[in-house]
Protein backbone atom coordinates (compact mmCIF):
# COMPACT_ATOMS: atom_id res chain seq x y z
CA UNK A 1 0.00 0.00 0.00
CA UNK A 2 1.85 2.94 -1.18
CA UNK A 3 0.58 6.07 -1.24
CA UNK A 4 1.50 8.97 -3.62
CA UNK A 5 2.55 11.92 -1.37
CA UNK A 6 2.69 15.68 -2.75
CA UNK A 7 0.88 15.02 -6.13
CA UNK A 8 -2.96 16.34 -4.80
CA UNK A 9 -3.83 19.41 -4.27
CA UNK A 10 -6.49 19.89 -1.94
CA UNK A 11 -9.83 21.39 -2.72
CA UNK A 12 -9.80 23.94 0.20
CA UNK A 13 -6.79 25.07 -1.43
CA UNK A 14 -8.09 26.08 -4.96
CA UNK A 15 -10.86 27.72 -3.15
CA UNK A 16 -8.80 29.77 -1.43
CA UNK A 17 -6.31 30.57 -4.01
CA UNK A 18 -9.42 31.37 -6.56
CA UNK A 19 -10.88 33.89 -3.64
CA UNK A 20 -7.57 35.48 -3.12
CA UNK A 21 -7.06 36.18 -7.00
CA UNK A 22 -10.92 37.70 -7.24
CA UNK A 23 -10.19 39.85 -3.84
CA UNK A 24 -6.76 41.12 -5.65
CA UNK A 25 -8.72 41.85 -9.33
CA UNK A 26 -11.27 43.56 -7.31
CA UNK A 27 -8.96 45.88 -5.46
CA UNK A 28 -7.17 46.96 -8.93
CA UNK A 29 -10.79 47.61 -10.82
CA UNK A 30 -11.52 50.24 -7.54
CA UNK A 31 -8.31 51.35 -7.48
CA UNK A 32 -8.14 52.52 -11.17
CA UNK A 33 -11.76 53.68 -10.66
CA UNK A 34 -10.89 55.58 -7.86
CA UNK A 35 -8.08 57.15 -9.73
CA UNK A 36 -9.92 58.25 -12.47
CA UNK A 37 -12.47 60.19 -10.15
CA UNK A 38 -9.24 62.38 -8.66
CA UNK A 39 -7.88 64.15 -11.39
CA UNK A 40 -10.21 64.13 -14.46
CA UNK A 41 -7.32 64.43 -17.28
CA UNK A 42 -9.76 66.23 -19.76
CA UNK A 43 -9.77 69.53 -17.40
CA UNK A 44 -8.04 72.35 -18.34
CA UNK A 45 -4.68 73.72 -15.23
CA UNK A 46 -5.89 76.45 -12.71
CA UNK A 47 -4.21 79.78 -13.94
CA UNK A 48 -4.33 83.14 -12.46
CA UNK A 49 -5.34 86.25 -14.21
CA UNK A 50 -4.88 89.86 -13.89
CA UNK A 51 -7.36 91.99 -15.36
CA UNK A 52 -7.13 95.60 -15.03
CA UNK A 53 -10.08 98.37 -15.53
CA UNK A 54 -8.71 101.75 -16.58
CA UNK A 55 -10.40 104.64 -14.45
CA UNK A 56 -13.18 106.91 -15.53
CA UNK A 57 -12.10 109.75 -17.05
CA UNK A 58 -12.99 113.50 -17.33
CA UNK A 59 -14.22 115.04 -20.65
CA UNK A 60 -13.09 118.28 -21.43
CA UNK A 61 -16.88 119.63 -22.95
CA UNK A 62 -18.85 120.74 -20.21
CA UNK A 63 -22.64 121.69 -20.75
CA UNK A 64 -23.19 124.40 -18.06
CA UNK A 65 -26.15 124.69 -16.35
CA UNK A 66 -28.87 127.67 -17.24
CA UNK A 67 -29.78 128.20 -14.20
CA UNK A 68 -28.96 132.05 -12.82
CA UNK A 69 -25.10 132.13 -11.58
CA UNK A 70 -25.47 131.56 -7.26
CA UNK A 71 -24.05 134.89 -5.48
CA UNK A 72 -21.16 134.23 -3.30
CA UNK A 73 -21.29 132.73 0.14
CA UNK A 74 -18.05 134.37 1.55
CA UNK A 75 -17.39 137.02 -0.82
CA UNK A 76 -19.39 140.23 -1.14
CA UNK A 77 -17.84 142.16 -3.57
CA UNK A 78 -18.26 141.93 -7.29
CA UNK A 79 -15.89 139.03 -8.89
CA UNK A 80 -13.99 140.72 -12.11
CA UNK A 81 -14.42 138.98 -15.58
CA UNK A 82 -12.14 135.77 -16.03
CA UNK A 83 -11.78 135.39 -11.98
CA UNK A 84 -13.11 131.96 -10.53
CA UNK A 85 -16.21 132.63 -8.53
CA UNK A 86 -19.16 130.65 -6.67
CA UNK A 87 -20.95 129.21 -9.50
CA UNK A 88 -18.43 128.99 -11.90
CA UNK A 89 -16.55 125.56 -13.33
CA UNK A 90 -12.99 124.96 -12.56
CA UNK A 91 -10.50 122.00 -13.36
CA UNK A 92 -7.39 120.71 -11.65
CA UNK A 93 -4.41 121.27 -13.42
CA UNK A 94 -0.60 121.84 -12.55
CA UNK A 95 -0.35 118.79 -9.84
CA UNK A 96 1.30 116.60 -12.48
CA UNK A 97 -0.12 113.71 -11.72
CA UNK A 98 -0.06 113.78 -8.10
CA UNK A 99 -3.23 115.47 -7.68
CA UNK A 100 -4.85 117.88 -5.77
CA UNK A 101 -6.33 117.26 -2.00
CA UNK A 102 -9.76 118.28 -1.52
CA UNK A 103 -10.11 119.40 2.28
CA UNK A 104 -12.42 119.43 5.05
CA UNK A 105 -12.19 122.71 5.57
CA UNK A 106 -9.91 125.62 3.91
CA UNK A 107 -6.56 124.87 5.57
CA UNK A 108 -3.26 123.02 5.04
CA UNK A 109 -3.93 121.57 8.15
CA UNK A 110 -7.38 120.39 8.01
CA UNK A 111 -7.96 116.77 6.91
CA UNK A 112 -7.75 115.40 3.46
CA UNK A 113 -11.15 114.11 2.11
CA UNK A 114 -10.34 112.32 -1.35
CA UNK A 115 -7.58 113.31 -3.71
CA UNK A 116 -8.60 115.06 -7.11
CA UNK A 117 -6.75 114.67 -10.63
CA UNK A 118 -5.28 116.81 -13.25
CA UNK A 119 -8.24 117.76 -15.48
CA UNK A 120 -11.15 116.67 -13.26
CA UNK A 121 -13.58 119.51 -13.10
CA UNK A 122 -15.45 120.46 -10.35
CA UNK A 123 -18.51 123.51 -9.36
CA UNK A 124 -17.57 126.20 -7.16
CA UNK A 125 -20.08 126.21 -4.26
CA UNK A 126 -17.99 128.47 -1.80
CA UNK A 127 -15.18 130.45 -1.22
CA UNK A 128 -12.83 132.81 -1.91
CA UNK A 129 -11.21 132.31 1.81
CA UNK A 130 -7.65 133.18 2.70
CA UNK A 131 -5.81 130.74 4.65
CA UNK A 132 -2.25 129.78 5.35
CA UNK A 133 -1.25 131.86 2.58
CA UNK A 134 -3.83 130.67 0.22
CA UNK A 135 -6.78 131.56 -1.42
CA UNK A 136 -9.55 128.51 -1.13
CA UNK A 137 -12.07 127.71 -2.97
CA UNK A 138 -15.53 125.06 -1.68
CA UNK A 139 -16.05 122.47 -5.20
CA UNK A 140 -18.16 119.54 -5.98
CA UNK A 141 -17.97 117.35 -8.39
CA UNK A 142 -21.25 117.65 -11.02
CA UNK A 143 -21.38 114.06 -11.16
CA UNK A 144 -21.30 113.12 -7.50
CA UNK A 145 -22.21 115.70 -4.97
CA UNK A 146 -20.36 113.29 -1.99
CA UNK A 147 -17.06 114.61 -3.99
CA UNK A 148 -17.26 117.89 -1.94
CA UNK A 149 -14.09 120.00 -0.59
CA UNK A 150 -11.60 122.67 -0.10
CA UNK A 151 -9.15 123.43 -2.48
CA UNK A 152 -6.34 125.96 -2.77
CA UNK A 153 -6.93 128.28 -6.45
CA UNK A 154 -3.27 127.60 -7.55
CA UNK A 155 -3.81 123.71 -8.69
CA UNK A 156 -7.13 125.29 -10.57
CA UNK A 157 -8.05 126.73 -13.98
CA UNK A 158 -11.17 128.37 -14.61
CA UNK A 159 -13.36 126.64 -17.32
CA UNK A 160 -14.47 129.49 -19.93
CA UNK A 161 -17.85 129.36 -21.00
CA UNK A 162 -18.43 128.12 -24.64
CA UNK A 163 -20.76 130.55 -27.04
CA UNK A 164 -22.51 128.48 -29.45
Known sequence: MNKQTGSKIHILTILAGILLAGILIALIVLMIKLGDQEAPR????????????????????????????????????????????????????????AGLRMRTKPGTSSAIMFVAMDEEVFLVIGGPEEVDGYVWY?????????????????FLTLIEEQQP
Open 42 to 97: DLPEPTAELTIIPAPTQTQVINLPTDPVQTPTTATESVPEGAIAVGAYVKVTGTEG
Open 138 to 154: QLEAPYDESRTGWSADA
